[in-house]
Protein backbone atom coordinates (compact mmCIF):
# COMPACT_ATOMS: atom_id res chain seq x y z
CA UNK A 1 0.00 0.00 0.00
CA UNK A 2 3.00 2.12 0.94
CA UNK A 3 4.56 1.73 -2.42
CA UNK A 4 1.70 2.19 -4.03
CA UNK A 5 1.09 5.53 -2.34
CA UNK A 6 4.82 6.63 -3.34
CA UNK A 7 4.56 5.81 -6.78
CA UNK A 8 1.21 7.57 -7.54
CA UNK A 9 2.25 10.41 -5.71
CA UNK A 10 5.67 10.64 -7.68
CA UNK A 11 3.98 10.18 -10.98
CA UNK A 12 1.14 12.14 -10.42
CA UNK A 13 3.54 15.01 -9.66
CA UNK A 14 5.75 14.35 -12.87
CA UNK A 15 2.59 14.18 -14.80
CA UNK A 16 1.20 17.33 -13.60
CA UNK A 17 4.45 19.12 -13.93
CA UNK A 18 5.08 18.26 -17.59
CA UNK A 19 1.49 19.07 -18.51
CA UNK A 20 1.58 22.45 -16.80
CA UNK A 21 4.69 22.97 -19.23
CA UNK A 22 3.78 21.74 -21.97
CA UNK A 23 5.41 21.55 -25.38
CA UNK A 24 7.92 19.17 -25.94
CA UNK A 25 8.26 17.64 -22.69
CA UNK A 26 4.39 16.95 -22.43
CA UNK A 27 4.41 15.39 -25.93
CA UNK A 28 8.34 12.95 -25.38
CA UNK A 29 6.62 11.82 -21.39
CA UNK A 30 3.75 10.25 -24.13
CA UNK A 31 5.45 9.02 -26.49
CA UNK A 32 7.56 7.48 -23.90
CA UNK A 33 4.79 6.00 -22.16
CA UNK A 34 3.46 4.89 -25.49
CA UNK A 35 6.56 3.05 -26.44
CA UNK A 36 6.58 1.22 -22.73
CA UNK A 37 3.47 0.25 -23.19
CA UNK A 38 4.26 -1.21 -26.69
CA UNK A 39 7.07 -3.19 -25.02
CA UNK A 40 5.12 -4.42 -22.27
CA UNK A 41 2.55 -5.57 -24.41
CA UNK A 42 4.92 -7.52 -26.73
CA UNK A 43 6.63 -9.33 -23.67
CA UNK A 44 3.13 -10.68 -22.35
CA UNK A 45 1.96 -11.86 -25.90
CA UNK A 46 5.45 -13.25 -26.84
CA UNK A 47 6.14 -11.30 -30.13
CA UNK A 48 9.80 -10.58 -29.48
CA UNK A 49 10.99 -12.72 -32.43
CA UNK A 50 8.41 -11.19 -35.11
CA UNK A 51 9.54 -8.43 -36.81
CA UNK A 52 6.27 -7.26 -37.69
CA UNK A 53 5.32 -5.86 -34.21
CA UNK A 54 8.28 -3.85 -34.58
CA UNK A 55 6.33 -1.88 -37.10
CA UNK A 56 4.17 -0.61 -34.42
CA UNK A 57 7.57 0.81 -32.95
CA UNK A 58 7.68 3.39 -36.20
CA UNK A 59 4.22 3.71 -36.15
CA UNK A 60 4.34 5.20 -32.73
CA UNK A 61 8.22 7.63 -33.22
CA UNK A 62 6.19 8.60 -36.89
CA UNK A 63 3.11 10.34 -35.18
CA UNK A 64 4.81 11.41 -32.33
CA UNK A 65 7.74 12.80 -34.29
CA UNK A 66 5.25 14.67 -36.65
CA UNK A 67 3.27 16.18 -34.28
CA UNK A 68 6.52 17.77 -32.59
CA UNK A 69 7.67 18.99 -35.80
CA UNK A 70 4.21 21.00 -36.29
CA UNK A 71 4.20 18.78 -39.31
CA UNK A 72 0.68 17.11 -41.20
CA UNK A 73 -0.45 13.72 -40.12
CA UNK A 74 -3.12 11.97 -42.75
CA UNK A 75 -4.39 9.23 -40.42
CA UNK A 76 -6.09 8.17 -43.26
CA UNK A 77 -3.53 7.53 -45.42
CA UNK A 78 -1.65 6.73 -42.97
CA UNK A 79 -3.50 3.11 -41.98
CA UNK A 80 -3.54 1.77 -45.50
CA UNK A 81 0.50 2.34 -45.91
CA UNK A 82 0.75 0.65 -42.71
CA UNK A 83 -1.50 -2.16 -43.48
CA UNK A 84 0.23 -2.80 -46.82
CA UNK A 85 3.85 -2.75 -45.49
CA UNK A 86 2.51 -4.73 -42.35
CA UNK A 87 1.10 -7.38 -44.91
CA UNK A 88 4.47 -7.41 -46.94
CA UNK A 89 6.67 -8.13 -43.78
CA UNK A 90 3.98 -10.76 -43.28
CA UNK A 91 4.62 -13.13 -46.22
CA UNK A 92 8.68 -12.18 -45.93
CA UNK A 93 9.02 -12.95 -42.29
CA UNK A 94 9.57 -16.67 -41.42
CA UNK A 95 8.87 -15.34 -38.08
CA UNK A 96 5.28 -13.80 -38.12
CA UNK A 97 2.52 -15.55 -38.32
CA UNK A 98 -1.15 -14.63 -38.38
CA UNK A 99 -1.35 -14.41 -34.63
CA UNK A 100 1.38 -12.14 -35.07
CA UNK A 101 -0.09 -9.79 -37.23
CA UNK A 102 -3.28 -9.95 -35.62
CA UNK A 103 -1.77 -8.53 -31.85
CA UNK A 104 0.34 -6.05 -34.51
CA UNK A 105 -2.88 -4.28 -35.75
CA UNK A 106 -4.64 -4.93 -31.94
CA UNK A 107 -1.51 -3.15 -30.40
CA UNK A 108 -1.23 -0.21 -33.51
CA UNK A 109 -4.75 1.01 -33.05
CA UNK A 110 -5.22 0.09 -29.30
CA UNK A 111 -1.71 1.90 -28.14
CA UNK A 112 -0.51 3.68 -30.07
CA UNK A 113 -3.46 5.58 -32.18
CA UNK A 114 -5.80 5.63 -28.97
CA UNK A 115 -2.49 7.26 -26.92
CA UNK A 116 -2.03 9.73 -29.54
CA UNK A 117 -4.94 11.85 -28.60
CA UNK A 118 -3.55 12.15 -25.12
CA UNK A 119 -1.41 15.48 -27.61
CA UNK A 120 -3.85 16.40 -30.09
CA UNK A 121 -6.34 17.84 -27.45
CA UNK A 122 -6.40 21.56 -28.79
CA UNK A 123 -6.86 23.12 -25.35
CA UNK A 124 -3.96 21.38 -23.41
CA UNK A 125 -6.53 21.88 -20.27
CA UNK A 126 -8.76 19.68 -20.76
CA UNK A 127 -6.22 16.91 -20.77
CA UNK A 128 -6.71 17.79 -16.90
CA UNK A 129 -10.41 16.52 -17.42
CA UNK A 130 -9.30 12.92 -18.72
CA UNK A 131 -6.65 12.48 -15.24
CA UNK A 132 -9.51 14.07 -13.32
CA UNK A 133 -11.51 11.25 -14.91
CA UNK A 134 -9.02 8.37 -15.38
CA UNK A 135 -6.96 8.59 -11.75
CA UNK A 136 -9.76 9.73 -9.55
CA UNK A 137 -11.86 7.27 -10.86
CA UNK A 138 -9.21 4.47 -10.18
CA UNK A 139 -8.01 5.94 -7.16
CA UNK A 140 -11.97 5.69 -5.86
CA UNK A 141 -12.60 2.68 -7.43
CA UNK A 142 -10.05 0.99 -5.50
CA UNK A 143 -10.40 2.07 -2.14
CA UNK A 144 -14.27 1.28 -2.35
CA UNK A 145 -13.67 -2.00 -3.86
CA UNK A 146 -11.14 -2.93 -1.00
CA UNK A 147 -13.42 -1.69 1.64
CA UNK A 148 -17.10 -2.20 0.68
CA UNK A 149 -16.60 -4.28 -2.22
CA UNK A 150 -18.54 -7.64 -1.99
CA UNK A 151 -20.48 -8.13 -5.53
CA UNK A 152 -17.80 -9.27 -8.05
CA UNK A 153 -17.95 -7.33 -11.27
CA UNK A 154 -16.24 -9.91 -13.40
CA UNK A 155 -14.56 -12.60 -11.55
CA UNK A 156 -13.68 -14.55 -14.63
CA UNK A 157 -10.93 -11.81 -15.19
CA UNK A 158 -10.38 -9.76 -12.45
CA UNK A 159 -11.45 -11.59 -9.35
CA UNK A 160 -10.72 -8.55 -6.85
CA UNK A 161 -12.73 -6.34 -8.76
CA UNK A 162 -16.35 -5.27 -8.16
CA UNK A 163 -19.46 -3.61 -8.38
CA UNK A 164 -19.41 -1.10 -5.59
CA UNK A 165 -15.77 -0.40 -6.14
CA UNK A 166 -16.85 0.35 -10.24
CA UNK A 167 -19.97 2.41 -9.34
CA UNK A 168 -18.04 4.30 -6.90
CA UNK A 169 -15.48 4.84 -9.13
CA UNK A 170 -17.54 5.87 -11.95
CA UNK A 171 -19.00 8.55 -8.89
CA UNK A 172 -15.20 9.63 -7.87
CA UNK A 173 -14.75 10.82 -11.09
CA UNK A 174 -18.14 12.11 -12.03
CA UNK A 175 -17.13 14.22 -8.92
CA UNK A 176 -13.53 15.00 -9.65
CA UNK A 177 -14.69 16.22 -13.16
CA UNK A 178 -16.97 18.61 -11.93
CA UNK A 179 -14.42 19.90 -8.98
CA UNK A 180 -12.32 20.80 -11.99
CA UNK A 181 -14.65 22.17 -14.00
CA UNK A 182 -15.92 24.84 -11.09
CA UNK A 183 -12.62 25.62 -10.92
CA UNK A 184 -10.26 25.96 -13.87
CA UNK A 185 -12.69 24.54 -16.52
CA UNK A 186 -15.80 27.05 -17.03
CA UNK A 187 -17.96 24.08 -18.75
CA UNK A 188 -21.52 24.04 -18.78
CA UNK A 189 -21.78 21.43 -15.76
CA UNK A 190 -24.17 19.09 -17.49
CA UNK A 191 -21.83 18.61 -20.20
CA UNK A 192 -19.28 18.01 -17.83
CA UNK A 193 -21.13 15.67 -16.13
CA UNK A 194 -22.27 13.54 -19.30
CA UNK A 195 -18.31 13.67 -20.47
CA UNK A 196 -17.28 12.22 -17.09
CA UNK A 197 -20.15 9.27 -17.20
CA UNK A 198 -19.75 8.34 -20.26
CA UNK A 199 -15.37 8.33 -19.79
CA UNK A 200 -15.70 6.59 -16.75
CA UNK A 201 -17.79 4.08 -18.31
CA UNK A 202 -14.85 3.65 -20.81
CA UNK A 203 -12.61 3.56 -17.84
CA UNK A 204 -13.73 0.34 -16.66
CA UNK A 205 -14.01 -1.38 -19.62
CA UNK A 206 -10.31 -0.43 -20.19
CA UNK A 207 -9.03 -2.25 -17.28
CA UNK A 208 -11.04 -4.75 -18.01
CA UNK A 209 -9.11 -5.41 -21.11
CA UNK A 210 -6.06 -5.18 -19.41
CA UNK A 211 -7.17 -8.13 -17.25
CA UNK A 212 -8.21 -10.05 -20.30
CA UNK A 213 -4.93 -9.80 -21.63
CA UNK A 214 -3.36 -10.95 -18.32
CA UNK A 215 -5.80 -13.25 -17.88
CA UNK A 216 -5.05 -14.87 -20.96
CA UNK A 217 -1.66 -14.98 -21.05
CA UNK A 218 -1.14 -15.66 -17.54
CA UNK A 219 0.69 -12.93 -15.89
CA UNK A 220 0.25 -10.71 -13.02
CA UNK A 221 1.49 -7.37 -13.97
CA UNK A 222 2.80 -6.09 -17.28
CA UNK A 223 5.91 -4.88 -15.70
CA UNK A 224 7.38 -3.68 -12.31
CA UNK A 225 8.17 -0.30 -13.27
CA UNK A 226 5.59 1.38 -11.17
CA UNK A 227 5.92 -0.80 -7.76
CA UNK A 228 2.81 -0.95 -5.86
CA UNK A 229 0.87 -0.35 -9.37
CA UNK A 230 2.69 -2.75 -11.66
CA UNK A 231 3.71 -1.77 -15.00
CA UNK A 232 2.73 1.07 -17.57
CA UNK A 233 0.40 -0.57 -18.82
CA UNK A 234 -1.06 -1.81 -15.35
CA UNK A 235 -1.53 1.94 -14.61
CA UNK A 236 -2.55 3.35 -18.05
CA UNK A 237 -4.83 0.87 -19.19
CA UNK A 238 -7.59 3.07 -17.99
CA UNK A 239 -6.25 6.01 -19.54
CA UNK A 240 -5.71 4.54 -22.67
CA UNK A 241 -9.78 4.04 -23.37
CA UNK A 242 -10.35 7.42 -21.60
CA UNK A 243 -8.38 10.11 -23.29
CA UNK A 244 -10.04 8.97 -27.00
CA UNK A 245 -13.51 9.07 -25.58
CA UNK A 246 -13.01 12.28 -23.70
CA UNK A 247 -11.52 13.76 -26.82
CA UNK A 248 -14.69 13.41 -28.91
CA UNK A 249 -16.78 13.85 -26.27
CA UNK A 250 -14.91 17.29 -25.75
CA UNK A 251 -15.46 17.84 -29.67
CA UNK A 252 -19.10 17.20 -29.35
CA UNK A 253 -20.32 18.78 -26.37
CA UNK A 254 -17.97 21.54 -25.41
Known amino acids: MKNR ?41 KQNKSVLYKLNYVMALYLFGMNMLNLPIEISL ?16 RNSDFKSLNTTFFSMFYIVLLLYHSIIFENHLYIWLVYAISFSGDSVAYLVGSSLGKMKL ?17 VGAVVAALILNFFILKEKPFAIFLIALIASIAS ?10 KREFKIKDFGNM ?5 GIM ?20 S
Open 5 to 45: LLTGIISGLYLAIVTYLGGFLFKFTFLGITMIALYEIEKAI
Open 78 to 93: LIPVFSTIAGIVYVLD
Open 154 to 170: CPELSPKKTIEGAVGGI
Open 204 to 213: ILGDLVASKI
Open 226 to 230: LPGHG
Open 234 to 253: DRFDSFILVVPVTYYLVVLL
